[in-house]
């Protein structure tokens, strides 16, 4: 069973950098070719935040100006995501997903607060 | 950036009835256009991909139409479970984008 699991801190404090890694189970990473990050604020809808290849390019939603970045570590299975400069604009769930066409397996997501 | 619009912002149905859902692309997206359902505390789910193509799982009575910049899911038999947000998402070009969701409540 294919399973996506978020990890990271619950709270950040203004302007400083989140750090979120997912980590993938029963499915190679490098088998696929997308993997994506996606928020939602709370009460809100969903934002892109970036997809990675297996190879390491990624792409990232020009919302985030530059804050962005994502890396694959395909000895772990797992990618990653650091955002800096957070603001309370950044509070969301935070999940990962498998890109195929469209995100077809999603983590369960994790709260991420920003406030000091 | 391709602006996703769906209407209507919720739909209020008995189970039974027939949803329709429509999400709206400010610019051609193909057939480039999926659906996903959200329930509350759960991630999205895929149900439709490639305007009408139902994921693996999805049962029947859920089906997606359209193309270019007009799209729709149908939920033919509303079940009391079918209660949820149903997002679209295009895939025609970065930045991939989300509609802002339909809301469908049953009575």
């Known amino acids: 069973q294919v399973r996506l699991q978020e990890s990271g801190p619950g709270l950040v404090r203004p302007s400083e950098t989140l750090s979120l890694t997912c980590t993938v189970s029963g499915y190679s990473i490098s088998s696929f070719s997308f993997w994506g990050w996606i928020r939602q604020p709370p009460g809100k809808g969903l934002e892109w935040l970036g997809s990675?290849?297996?190879?390491?390019?990624?792409y990232y939603n020009p919302s985030l100006k530059g804050r962005g970045t994502m890396s694959v570590d395909s000895s772990k299975n797992q990618f990653s995501l650091r955002l800096k400069s957070l603001t309370a604009a950044d509070t969301a769930v935070y999940y990962c997903a498998r890109e195929g066409y469209f995100f077809d397996l999603w983590g369960q997501g994790t709260l991420v607060t920003v406030s000091s | 950036e391709i602006v996703l619009t769906q209407s209507p912002a919720t739909l209020s149905l008995s189970p039974g009835e027939r949803a329709t859902l429509s999400c709206r692309a400010s610019q051609n997206v193909s057939r480039f256009l999926g659906w996903y359902q959200q329930k509350p505390g759960q991630a999205p789910r895929l149900l439709i991909y490639?305007?009408?193509n139902r994921a693996a799982g999805i049962p029947g009575r859920f089906s997606g139409s359209g193309s270019a910049t007009d799209f729709t899911l149908t939920i033919s038999t509303l079940e009391p479970d079918d209660s949820a947000v149903y997002y679209c998402q295009h895939r025609g070009n970065w930045p991939l984008t989300f509609g802002g969701g339909t809301k469908v409540e049953i009575k």
């Open positions: 490639d305007a009408s």
């Open positions: 990675i290849i297996h190879s390491g390019n990624a």
